[in-house]
């Protein structure tokens, strides 16, 4: 069968995350600790910021977005590349004063800078993608949020963080493929069809409805 390394640890660490309180990250005081499968996790103020924004977002298709979409990725990538930290697109701010949900915009904007060999925009941020270890469907609401409630850099650090996943899965799939080639070369047109079609699976069910109507997908 099929392994998922959207099911993996940080996939695990969301599940542990949507448990979270959903009050303003800068209000929470010390980090919370949740457990689920006997498992503990300390969950930080950023996840708690991330988990905040995500919650009571209903899974429905939006057209717009799903319209849109390559649009927006030509228009950021252009600006970014072109005009580095001066690019318009990179000084979207959000609606907050909460410390921790403008720490993570900014982060997200040191992560798209560092991906086009652009120094940091804030000195005080890390360069790390701050989305990394949420789950592949969270990555997908945010990066087709188009409702203002994420910025363009997060929304792009969300996207990039999904190409890097599809990739790697990309090569999970065809490494599973091979190996059962292997054991029995007479089935290989049937190995090759069955893994594909769990992994089609696989990824359909880590999508959001708007990711599926991008793609062309059609819904779950």
């Known amino acids: 069968m099929l392994i998922s390394p959207y099911a993996s640890s940080s996939q695990r ?4 995350i949507s448990q979270a309180t959903s009050t303003p990250a800068s209000a929470l005081g010390a980090p919370t600790v949740a457990s689920r499968d006997s498992a503990t996790v300390t969950l930080s103020v950023e996840a708690r910021a991330i988990q905040a924004l995500l919650q009571n977002k209903p899974d429905e298709v939006n057209a717009s977005s799903a319209a ?7 228009r950021f990538g252009e600006q970014t590349h072109a005009q580095g930290k001066a690019a318009p697109m990179l ?3 959000p609606e907050s004063a909460d410390p921790a949900r403008l720490a993570l915009a900014h982060q997200a904007v040191n992560f798209v800078l560092s991906k086009v060999g652009q120094p940091s925009a804030y000195a005080e941020q890390s360069s790390q993608n701050p989305f990394a270890e949420l789950g592949r469907k969270s990555l997908s609401r945010i990066a087709f949020d188009d409702s203002g409630t994420f910025t363009s850099a997060e929304r792009s650090a969300a996207h990039q963080e999904i190409q890097a996943r599809e990739e790697d ?9 091979e190996s059962l080639t292997r054991r029995d070369k007479s089935y290989s047109a049937f190995w090759q069809q069955l893994t594909q079609t769990q992994a089609q699976a696989t990824q359909l069910a880590e999508m959001t409805e708007t990711e599926r109507a991008w793609r062309g997908w059609g819904t779950l």
């Open 68 to 74: 849109g979409f390559n649009d927006f990725l030509a």
């Open 91 to 93: 000084a979207e701010l």
């Open 13 to 16: 660490l969301y599940d542990k």
């Open 169 to 177: 899965f990309t090569k999970a799939v065809k490494a599973q493929q």
